[in-house]
């Protein structure tokens, strides 16, 4: 796959997990759709990693970090909302 046509690819698997965002956000407040919100946003984190930084040819202990770092701010996120809630 030439790197236009993946980037593509990736703007366009971006567009749909924003969507499903606001979709999921739409449907009401409940502690399992936060939970799916929160794992669209850490898969938003990594393809934005894996696609857009290219870091897919990075080595591991990078990639882990930057996949990583959006967990631990997922994490944060929904320990907040459990304790504000």
Known sequence: ???SRFLL???????????????LAQMGVTWLLSVAI???AV???????DGFMEM?????LWRRLMVSWALV?????????????
């Open 1 to 3: 796959m030439s790197a």
């Open 9 to 23: 690819v990736c703007w366009a698997a971006l567009a749909t997990l924003s969507v499903c965002t606001v979709v």
């Open 38 to 40: 929160l794992l669209v």
């Open 43 to 49: 898969g938003k984190a990594w393809l934005i990693a």
């Open 56 to 60: 897919r040819h990075a080595p591991r």
């Open 73 to 85: 701010l997922a994490v944060v996120v929904g320990l907040t909302l459990v304790s504000v809630g």
